[in-house]
C-alpha cells in the first residue's frame, strides 16, 4: 500500500510569508504527527492529530499550527516565516497514535527554506 | 547536506564489521524505545524497538540494547553493509504517549 505521502517536497519562501504543508498518511491510519527536523535541534514534536482532533502538542509557537480532514489528510500551516523556520518538516502517521503501540510511519518530508 | 550546521556523531566502520551506535534517553519513565534509520532525503525509517521490561532484543542484523539503570540505550549492527550507511536516531516515549523525543543521531558510514 501507498505510504505517507508529503507535499511540497521543497519551497522556498522569503521571511513574513506563510506556508502550508500537506500529508497524506496511509490508508486507514487515523493519527497524524508533525514533527521539525534542523541540524541544530534534530527532530522536534510540533502536533498530534487524530479524528480531526488536536490532542497532543509540543513546544512551538503559535504561528505553528495545523489541522485534519475528515479522510485524514492533514495540513500545517506556518504564518509569518522568520528564517529559523528552515527546515524539514516530517508527517508521521500510525493506526491511532499512540506511540507504545506501534511504529511511527514517517513521509519523507517537505523541505522548506525561508530567505 | 541535510546536516550542515550539525556536527553529528559520526562512527566510521569497515565493510562487514559490526557497528555499536549508543544513545542516552532522558527520561526514567519512558516506557518504549525504537530506533529509526533515516537515509540521505528521506524520512526516518522503523528498525527495531524495546519495551522497558526487556533488556534485549534481537531482529535481522541488529540488536536493541536497553540498560535503565543508567537510561542507555545501544543498537548493534552485525555485520555492516554500505546500504547501512545513514544517520541513526534512537526515540524514547515518554508517559504523555503521544510524541516521542528523539536523540540527535549518529551518522554511520560504511567503507569498503
Known amino acids: 500500500k501507498a505510504g505517507v505521502t508529503q507535499t511540497p517536497r521543497y519551497l522556498i519562501k522569503t521571511r513574513g510569508q506563510q506556508v502550508t504543508l500537506s500529508c497524506s498518511p496511509i490508508?486507514?491510519?487515523?493519527?497524524v504527527s508533525w514533527y521539525q527536523q534542523t541540524p541544530g535541534q534534530g527532530l522536534q514534536f510540533l502536533f498530534e492529530y487524530f479524528s480531526e482532533t488536536q490532542r497532543n502538542k509540543g513546544n512551538f509557537p503559535g504561528r505553528f499550527s495545523g489541522r485534519q480532514f475528515s479522510n485524514s489528510r492533514s495540513e500545517m500551516n506556518v504564518s509569518t516565516l522568520e528564517l529559523g523556520d528552515s527546515a524539514l518538516y516530517l508527517c508521521a502517521s500510525s493506526l491511532d497514535g499512540r506511540t507504545a503501540t506501534g511504529e511511527l510511519f514517517f513521509g519523507e518530508g517537505s523541505r522548506l527554506t525561508v530567505l | 547536506g541535510e546536516s550542515v550546521g550539525l556536527h553529528l556523531p559520526t562512527l566510521s566502520v569497515q565493510e562487514g564489521d559490526n557497528s555499536i551506535i549508543n544513545c542516552a534517553y532522558s527520561n526514567s519513565a519512558s516506557d518504549y524505545f525504537i530506533w529509526y534509520k533515516q537515509e540521505s532525503g528521506k524520512g526516518p525509517q522503523f528498525i527495531i524497538d524495546i519495551r522497558s521490561n526487556m533488556d534485549k532484543r534481537q531482529g535481522q542484523r541488529v540488536t536493541v540494547l536497553l540498560n535503565k539503570t543508567v537510561k542507555h540505550l545501544s543498537l548493534q549492527i552485525a555485520a555492516t553493509q554500505p546500504g547501512d550507511s545513514a544517520v541513526y536516531f534512537c526515540?524514547?516515549?515518554?508517559?504523555?504517549?503521544?510524541?516521542?523525543?528523539f536523540g540527535k543521531g549518529t551518522s554511520l558510514l560504511v567503507t569498503p
Open positions: 490508508s486507514g491510519h487515523r493519527s
Open positions: 526515540a524514547e516515549n515518554p508517559p504523555s504517549g503521544y510524541a516521542l523525543n
